[in-house]
C-alpha cells in the first residue's frame, strides 16, 4: 500500500476527510490533495499527520543482524 492509500485509510478509521486533516496539520486542501496524488508527502509531514490523529508513524531499514535504521 502506497503511503497516499495508508492516508486515506486513516482517515477513514479516524473518522475525518482529507480537507479537515490538511487543516490540522496546516495545509490547504488543495496543496495537500495535491501531494497525496503526487505521493509526495515528507517525513515530517508524515509525523504530524500521526501526531494529530493518535497515531505513531514508524518507518525504517532492517539489517540481516536485526539492526533498525531509524
Do not use: H
Amino acid at each position: 500500500m502506497i503511503t497516499s492509500e495508508q492516508i486515506r485509510v486513516l482517515c477513514v478509521r479516524a473518522g475525518i476527510s482529507l480537507s479537515e486533516l490538511a487543516r490540522r496539520i496546516d495545509q490547504t486542501p488543495q496543496n495537500f490533495n495535491a501531494k497525496l496524488k503526487r505521493n509526495t508527502v515528507t517525513q515530517e509531514e508524515l509525523n504530524q499527520i500521526a501526531k494529530v490523529l493518535g497515531a505513531t508513524y514508524e518507518q525504517y531499514f532492517v539489517l540481516p543482524n536485526g539492526e533498525q535504521i531509524k
